[in-house]
């Protein structure tokens, strides 16, 4: 297909974030800044993505590998020189859309409506553009009388009366490839940085006889550059809003859209309910007619219809349908929970597979167990399941019935529809249908505290 080719600039050095993180790899919804845009270009049909990297470059190239192709620039001397790098390795498009990797509220929609534009424009540049209020720092969009495009100029080579311009320069442009390379060859650095500026393309193109425009964002808002942690936290309140408003398109409440966060790639069912102070993160699947939260995080699990979960913390797990989980509740990777299941508060789950039916009420620690169904904890059971160089597993079977404050020693088997009475510590197989009774015998010694009592108060 000849769509257009791609070239996102990400080789400077973003200084002002103050990070050792590379600026476009900073995350938004856990989302890397540059991985926004990519995914944008992606849904988009760009024919390919190059993307050219400098500074941090080997930290970037492995967290977009295998997504675009990459450019080296080793000096940064401009975003025009950063182009001419990687002239070379330019898709074979004959469209190119140059963009920032510091952008990321730019959509597929808006990039669709760019490409658009460009071709009925029929030019050789277009320049997308923006009017902002205060347009300080920015290039200028320079016009004439008429409204046609000459040129671009930066903040810092403007003059007092082109400082007033408020069209400005989002740093995004949709070239003719042609066109584009011819004028990288006349590229100069004779301005106020000693740099190549990209922008300085458009007079070139417009004396070798080109045509030029601009497209005006609707919303100026999409071409928000990220230069600090004070412009992340601005971008990444609008995306969150914006995912936001899709779920609840979606018909999923979300009672405080502000203080939610869900991120790209996770899903949610129909007249499910997200309480207030709630991160549902990528890889996650919600049922219908779930309530999540308040104050829950789920990560990369899955929960079935109609489950609760309150006040918990859910990782790397599944949990079936019509179960409630919390509040304060602690699921670990790679446990497995039914259907009809009741994980009450302070329980901890690692690694373990909870049958249906079952009920785990309170304070219970259970790891590296397989349990069946309808068996039911205890409050304040413990599968000890380490000593302190191995892990062992615990077995339980249907029906069996854990008394409160056990200790399940592993590796150990408690069979089908069994006893444990309260306080035992159980290390050996407990049998079917057995009542397992396993602390030390109550002992009463009759008068004992009046004796004691005469003690203390002897010879008074
Ligand atoms: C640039 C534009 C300016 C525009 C602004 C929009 C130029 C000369 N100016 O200015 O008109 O209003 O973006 O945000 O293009 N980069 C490289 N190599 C370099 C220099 C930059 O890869 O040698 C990359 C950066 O990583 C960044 C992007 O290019 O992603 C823009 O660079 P930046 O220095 O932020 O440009 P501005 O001065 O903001
Ligand atoms: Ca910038």
């Known amino acids: 297909m000849d769509r257009f080719s791609a070239v996102i600039l990400a080789a400077g050095e973003g200084t002002r974030m103050k990070s050792s993180t590379p600026k476009v790899l900073h995350k938004i919804l856990g989302k890397p800044i540059i991985s926004w845009i990519v995914d944008a270009l992606t849904t988009a049909q760009a024919d390919d993505i190059l993307t050219v990297v400098g500074h941090g470059k080997e ?37 190119v859309l140059v963009l920032c990797g510091d952008t990321p509220l730019i959509g597929s929609e808006s990039i669709n409506e760019i490409y ?94 080109g045509k030029a425009g601009t497209y005006i964002m609707k919303d100026s808002r999409d071409i928000l550059g990220i230069n600090n942690r004070v412009q992340l936290a601005e971008a990444a309140k609008i995306l969150k809003q914006r995912v936001n408003e899709n779920y609840m398109l979606d018909g999923v409440t979300i009672v405080d859209p502000e203080n939610t966060y869900i991120e790209p790639g996770a899903v949610i069912g129909k007249d499910t309910v997200i309480e207030p102070n709630c991160q549902i993160k990528a890889g996650s699947h919600i049922g219908s ?59 901890e789950i690692k690694k373990s597979i909870i049958g249906d039916n079952t009920k785990v009420s309170h304070l219970t620690y259970i790891g590296d167990a397989q349990v ?43 069979r089908e529809h069994s006893f444990i009475a309260a306080g035992s510590t159980i290390h050996k197989e407990v049998p079917k249908n057995a009542l397992a009774i396993s602390r030390v015998r109550q002992e009463n010694k009759e008068e004992w505290v009046l004796k004691r009592d005469e003690k203390r108060n002897g010879g008074k």
């Open 289 to 347: 007619e779930c309530v999540i939260g308040p104050d829950t995080i789920i990560n990369n699990s899955t929960v079935g219809d109609r489950t609760t979960v309150l006040k918990a913390v859910v990782n790397d797990s599944k949990i079936g349908a019509d179960t409630t989980v919390g509040p304060f509740a602690y699921i670990r990777p790679n446990s497995d929970i039914g259907s009809h299941v009741k994980i009450g508060d302070f329980v």
């Open 59 to 95: 930290q970037v190239m492995e967290h977009l590998d295998g997504k675009v192709k990459f450019g080296v620039q080793k000096q940064q001397l401009g975003t025009g020189h950063a182009v001419m790098q990687v002239r070379d390795q330019i898709g074979s498009s004959s469209t």
């Open 116 to 209: 658009e534009h460009h071709k009925n424009a029929g030019n050789s540049v277009t320049v997308v553009s923006a009017e902002l209020d205060n347009p300080f720092g920015y290039g200028r969009i320079v016009k004439d009388g008429s409204g046609n495009l000459l040129k671009i100029v930066e903040q810092k080579d403007a003059t007092p009366q082109e400082s007033l311009i408020c069209e400005i320069n989002s740093g995004m442009y949709m070239f003719e490839k042609s066109a584009l390379l011819g004028a990288l060859d006349s590229l100069r650095n004779d301005n106020a940085q000693g740099e190549y500026y990209l922008t300085d393309t458009v007079e070139l193109i417009l004396k070798g006889g």
């Open 372 to 414: 069946g169904e309808r068996v039911n904890f205890g409050c304040g059971t413990i599968t000890v399941n380490y000593d302190g160089k191995n892990k062992f597993q615990t077995v339980i079977e249907d029906d069996a019935f854990i008394g409160c404050n056990t200790n399940l020693v592993a590796p150990v088997t408690v």
